[in-house]
């Protein structure tokens, strides 16, 4: 079966420092790969995906990146964090194009990012 | 603007109850789907609709696609504490290529 592994779970970060989130996914080849960020439990705003290894869709402009350096992994980076980049972090994979009419997304226990 | 607009927000009941919550927009969609949400928690999956007029039920749980496939709605029967968190709507439109668009959620709150 798919699992799908996020860490940290829980992050304290002062403002101006690097950051780097990452993501597997076991139990399925070429997965699409996504990263979402939900501000005080509600909502979820997609930030990247992936569709291969180095692959990398941006859907809003900030001050994160992402990368895919392998088929099953994902990672969120930052230079250097501002407070606004406080939030719950989600990872999610896919095995549907994005925008598929069957897309699922089944979702790490995500990381929640405090900066201060 | 929000593409997908859910009610109530925020929603506390007693165990036992009946509720619904609605998930609307102006655009068409070629699917919508419900997550469950629990605090710390990532999102899972309950069920995806796909045809106007589709109703699908999970035990105490159904759902229903409009007929335009514009809107959706969940009802839970005689809700649970179990059934407490937060329940989001998300839709693939159907206009042209977009990824999943996810509402802001309504956070429920069964009491035993």
């Known amino acids: 079966s798919q699992t799908i592994h996020q860490w940290p779970a829980t992050l304290v970060q002062p403002v101006g420092s690097p950051l780097s989130l990452e993501c597997t996914v076991e139990?399925?080849?070429?997965?699409?790969l996504y990263w979402y960020r939900q501000a005080a439990g509600r909502g979820l705003q997609l930030l990247f995906y992936?569709?291969?290894?180095?692959?990398i869709s941006s859907e809003v402009p900030q001050n994160l990146s992402a990368s895919r350096p392998q088929d099953r992994q994902f990672i969120l980076s930052s230079k250097k964090l501002l407070l606004s980049d406080s939030g719950f972090y989600l990872c999610?994979?896919?095995?549907?194009?994005?925008?598929?009419?069957?897309?699922?997304?089944?979702f790490g226990s995500g990381t929640q990012l405090s900066v201060l | 603007t929000q593409l997908l607009e859910q009610s109530p927000q925020f929603l506390s009941i007693q165990e036992g109850e009946n509720l619904t919550v609605y998930c609307n927009s102006s655009?068409?969609?070629?699917?919508l789907q419900w997550y469950r949400q629990e605090p710390g928690e990532g999102p899972v999956l309950l069920v995806t609709v796909v045809t106007g007029g589709e109703v699908k039920k999970l035990k105490r749980l159904t759902f229903q696609f409009g007929d335009a496939r514009k809107d959706s709605s969940l009802h839970i029967t005689a809700a649970q504490p179990g059934d407490t968190g937060l329940y989001l709507c998300?839709?693939?439109?159907?206009?042209?290529?977009?990824?999943?668009?996810f509402g802001k959620g309504t956070m429920l709150l069964v009491s035993p």
């Open positions: 139990g399925t080849s070429n997965p699409n």
């Open positions: 999610a994979w896919s095995g549907s194009d994005p925008g598929a009419t069957n897309e699922k997304l089944f």
């Open positions: 655009s068409v969609f070629s699917s």
């Open positions: 992936s569709v291969g290894i180095g692959q």
């Open positions: 998300a839709g693939v439109e159907d206009s042209g290529y977009s990824t999943l668009t």
